[in-house]
């Protein structure tokens, strides 16, 4: 099964990476970096298929099972929560285009069910016609296109968290410590406080 994925390699130098910066709750608690995020985002296009393994490569000072379990935790909450949103929003998409494909068919078959039974004068009908029919079919294809092209890109989304709240998740140490794995020469920091 392991060969079968595809990994997203991403570098951190500390935990606060994964997080956001303008979020003062405790880090178990924290919005996950919208930088962080959006650099899944644009990897996971250069590799669409497939399921998904993200690697983290980070200083071995960091190392911390805790933190480690409480990452995996909280990526695969909020991907999970994401893709749960996603598909909500193509549910309802959808569900409008189903409307507007009821409401045009209501509108046709008004039209031709006044007129066959010539229930209003001729006048009266023609005029209905000119209003009806042009609402009837824009309702049919407007409602159509929803269902069938129901916001792609929420679609493309909706996968993308799928697959990143079912990947695996992997956490790689440099062997050089106190080095940094981008090689400079900052300390990084010591594993997270959870509380």
Partial sequence: MTEKLKEISIIIDVWDDVFSDFDPRPLDERALSEDFI????????????GDL???????????HEDSERMVTQRLKQYFGDRALQK????????????????????????????????????LMIKILEIVLVPLGWFGIWEGFSK???????????GILFRKLSKAEYRFNYAKNPGG????????????????
Wanted: proline residues 7%; without cysteine.
């Fill in 147 to 157: 269902i069938v092209n129901a916001s792609p890109g929420s679609s493309q989304e």
């Fill in 87 to 122: 598909k909500q929003e193509l549910f309802r998409t959808r569900k409008k285009g189903g409307g507007f494909v009821l409401g045009g068919i209501f509108f046709l078959t008004s039209i031709t069910l006044l007129a066959y039974f010539n229930i209003f004068p001729v």
């Fill in 38 to 49: 959006s650099e899944l985002k644009k990897r996971y296009r250069e590799t669409p298929r």
């Fill in 53 to 63: 393994l993200i690697s983290f490569y980070a200083p071995r000072t960091l190392k």
């Fill in 180 to 195: 940094g794995v981008r090689g400079n020469s900052e300390q990084p920091e010591r594993p997270m406080d959870e509380g």
